[in-house]
């Protein structure tokens, strides 16, 4: 199969159709996305932009860049109630800047590496405040410059709290799509630059939540359910050994 007869367009109505299947039964999206869609319901039912300022709620960039921050190397059912816990008492880069370091690794325990975490968000929190009025930044160079933000990070808050067009390539996106033979390529980096390349705009934005909900279901790491996936005929199977 050649990158340029890649059927995207049936590739992301089966993988919607069966997402809305999964959601169906009660599964939640993947965190970072679940939060944001929270957010973005909550500020939807605020009237006015007064009624919105007044409470203080978190902004959606806000909540995605603490999130993913929270996500790196943690399941998901614990980036959401860590996420949630320390959100609940610093909704605003100043709130966070008023906790002590050790209350909030405390908050975000057990995620992995929560003591670096704790670090990183209080100094991202300085700079934001310094730097950019309080606000989360809009740019991918100035995202990159916080301690602890790579390119997926700050691909994830410019499409999920932002959002604008970007690929957030995981290591779910990455994996699958060169399983499948869409890409070739070796790292995440380099699967971005191809997506960049020939997924159609509309499909930026959702392929990261919906691929990383079919790599926890059903195109996992290990032994794939190749048996009962929906993308079987889309499918080469590349470097897919064992499978169930
Ligand atoms: S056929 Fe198997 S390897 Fe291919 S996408 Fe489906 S589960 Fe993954």
Redesign the pocket.
Known sequence: MLNTEIPWDTIFSILQEWHAELRSSGTELPSVSALALEASASQSNKETKQERDAEKSPSQAWIVLVSTLISLRTKDEVTLTSSRRLLAHAPTPEALLGLEQEEIARLIYPTGFYRTKAANLLKIADILIRQYEGRVPETMEALLDLPGIGRKTANLVLSEGFGKDAICVDIHVHR?CN??GWVDTKTPEETETALRDQLPLKYWRPINWLLVS??QH???PQS???S?????A?????G?TK?R
């Not at 009962?228 to 079987?232: F, V």
């Open positions: 699958i399983r499948a079919f790599g059903i195109c996992r794939p359910f190749c009962r996936c929906p993308l079987a889309y499918c080469l199977r590349r897919v499978n």
